[in-house]
């Protein structure tokens, strides 16, 4: 059978532990003040609906695990920050100039399409649309638009190969 606390008090007598536990884990006080009060807030928005007996053992529980994906969230934003250097290095390194020639070269490339080739293109993936929409739109088949995409890529990545066998370099591509 569950075991009735009153939250108000079980707060009061605890809150100060698991703020500690969680910034033993963490090591940021604004980050475990949240935690520990979000924690609090969903045992008690969902006291009725957990059959828990030991409250304090789950409170740990819970905000160890709420602490151990605020470590992992902050993993991904550090791994994407890291990317995002590497690449921004990697444009520094080469030089702007470079970068912006191979984007006037894919631009090239792309005005050489046919019409509906270049609007497929475009829709798909500068406007971020389904093939079925694209389809929808233009009332055509999805075949036509997976057709017009295999073409559009194909121009473009023959294009950029030509460009690399012509003087640039396999790395800069």
């Known amino acids: ?16 532990q698991f ?17 520990v009060s979000d924690s609090f807030e969903y045992a008690l928005n969902n006291y009725g609906r957990l059959d828990v007996e030991n409250w304090k053992t789950y409170m740990y529980s819970y905000i160890r695990n709420k602490c151990i994906d605020y470590i992992r969230h902050q993993e991904v934003k ?5 990317y995002y250097l590497h690449v921004t290095r990697e444009i520094e390194e080469s030089g702007y100039e470079e970068y912006e020639e191979k984007i006037k070269e ?4 792309i005005a050489s399409l046919t019409p ?8 798909c ?6 093939y079925k929409e694209v389809a929808d739109e233009l009332q ?3 075949s036509a638009v997976r057709k017009h995409m295999v073409k559009a890529l194909k121009v473009i990545r023959e294009g ?14």
Do not use: P, W
Request: proline share 0%; hydrophobic share 35%; aromatic share 12%.
């Open 1 to 16: 059978m569950k075991k009735s606390i009153n939250f108000e008090i079980f707060f009061k007598e605890n809150y100060s």
């Open 19 to 35: 703020y500690f536990f969680a910034l033993h884990l963490i090591d940021d006080e604004e980050v475990s003040r949240d935690i």
């Open 78 to 82: 550090r791994k994407y920050i890291d």
């Open 106 to 109: 894919i631009r090239k490339l």
């Open 116 to 123: 509906q080739t270049r609007l497929v293109l475009r829709e």
């Open 125 to 130: 993936y500068i406007r971020n649309k389904k």
């Open 140 to 142: 055509i088949s999805v």
């Open 160 to 173: 950029i190969a030509k460009k690399t066998k012509g003087g640039v370099s396999d790395k800069e591509c």
